[in-house]
């Protein structure tokens, strides 16, 4: 509708839902060989690492471990993330469509943690006159990210530069007190590291 098209595809990560439904039709372009260039990337938190730091296994999709076993990644569905403000992306699973995609290397995955997800909200705020959601914001943090690199390496501002789409998924007008922790520096990040996601999957394995 614009007449442009993306060089690259950035969604916040949950569970997938709004990644899946922006980035869909441009992986599917990839799949049929038109976009081979193309980066679809899902950003999700430092504190829910699954896609960067989980495993690729069966798990359930729920801690009450109702649902059917799911492939998909995951730091288990045990696993009780930090209290980040980005509540909606503490989820210890994916989607398994999006799961089978990144194990074929037809995404990528980014973590983000808060600190930097705020700053990079209140940039937005400042320059687009809509304060984001913070999950929101793990994909403004990450289009933030491509953008500078591309500046840095090509040294051009120009208006040229690569075509970057990405989803502003909600509002943040519920998030204030996010906001004000991060303004009166307050806010602290939550990075999970390996050994804590491979402990979580042991126990699961154990209990399974
Ligand atoms: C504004 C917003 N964006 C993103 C998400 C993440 O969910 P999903 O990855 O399923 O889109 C949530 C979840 O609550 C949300 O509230």
């Given at each position: 509708m614009i007449d442009e098209e993306?060089?690259?595809?950035i969604g916040c990560f949950g569970g997938g839902s709004n990644f899946a439904g922006l980035s869909f039709p441009f992986v599917r372009e990839k799949l049929v060989g038109k976009r081979d260039g193309l980066r679809v990337i899902a950003a999700e938190s430092t504190a829910a690492p699954k896609l960067t730091k989980g495993d690729f296994r069966y798990d359930f999709g729920d801690t009450g471990r109702l649902t059917p076993l799911i492939r998909m990644y995951t730091v288990g569905h045990d696993f009780v993330p930090p209290p980040i403000h980005a509540g909606g992306l503490r989820y210890h699973g994916a989607a398994p469509t999006v799961s089978h995609l990144l194990k074929h290397s037809l995404i990528?995955?980014?973590?983000?943690?808060?600190?930097?997800?705020?700053?990079?909200?209140?940039?937005?705020?400042?320059?687009?006159?809509?304060?984001?959601?913070?999950?929101?914001?793990?994909a403004i943090a990450s289009v933030i990210e491509h953008a500078r690199h591309f500046i840095k390496n090509s040294g051009s501002h120009d208006i040229d530069g690569p075509v970057i789409l990405f989803n502003l998924s909600g509002h943040g007008l519920l998030d204030l007190s996010g906001y004000q922790e991060f303004l009166s520096n307050k806010l602290v990040d939550f990075h999970v590291?390996?050994?804590?996601?491979?402990e979580s999957l042991r126990?699961?394995?154990?209990?399974?």
């Open positions: 993306p060089d690259y595809v990528e995955a980014e973590a983000y943690p808060q600190v930097r997800i705020f700053k990079a909200a209140k940039l937005f705020s400042q320059t687009e006159g809509i304060i984001p959601a913070p999950e929101s914001a793990h590291d390996l050994e804590q996601v491979k126990k699961i394995s154990s209990s399974n």
